[in-house]
């Protein structure tokens, strides 16, 4: 019976040994594969909350109220028109904004304003300075319409045209191309 214990026990033991290393590898196996699981999860919600707030700062951009164009081109001429102001006109062009607080009555009164400078004022200004004050009750007229077009929730027509001049290494204005890209 000694025998048949022993031969008995030399088959189990080395069967529990490799049920138990079965057991224990598979126990550290799915633990690394669970944290390996884990890890791309995180992961992967870091890169959707990265898309997310990327996202979210375009969509941000998008509703943001733009300045419109005119405006900015109205502040460039107000910053060319630098010398030889009466006061009034520089009340005037202080109204000017940002914001624009000038009513109908002193756009025109403006208008006049520039228009007497730009005559009378000689070379004592100069030519660009004289073409912007010829130039902006235009463009202020342009500004405070786009201004009231976008506060009463009128969209305004956003196409952009890019145009260039395209060269085929031959600079004789007959070998210029013009493409032109619209972007909405």
């Known amino acids: 019976m000694e025998i048949y214990f022993t031969a008995l026990t030399a088959l189990i033991v080395p069967l529990l040994i490799f049920i138990l290393g079965f057991i224990a590898s598979w126990f550290w196996y799915n633990r690394s594969a669970r944290a390996k699981l884990k890890d791309k999860k995180e992961l992967k919600d870091k890169e959707v909350m990265g898309r997310i707030v990327e996202l979210e700062k375009q969509l941000s951009t998008l509703k943001a109220t733009a300045v419109p164009i005119s405006s900015i081109y109205q502040a460039i001429l107000i910053k060319e028109l630098t010398h030889f102001h009466t006061p009034k006109m520089d009340d005037l062009l202080v109204k000017l904004g940002p914001p624009n607080i000038l009513t109908d009555d002193e756009v025109d009164e403006l208008a006049i304003a520039l228009k007497e400078r730009a005559e009378d004022m000689g070379n004592k200004i100069s030519a660009s300075e004289r073409d912007a004050a010829i130039i902006l009750p235009y463009v202020v007229k342009r500004a405070n319409a786009e201004i009231a077009s976008l506060l009463n929730g009128n969209n305004l027509d956003t196409t952009f045209r890019v145009?260039?001049?395209?060269?085929?290494?031959?600079?004789t204005p007959k070998n210029l191309e013009c493409v032109e890209v619209e972007v909405e």
């Open 163 to 171: 145009v260039t001049m395209v060269n085929d290494g031959n600079n």
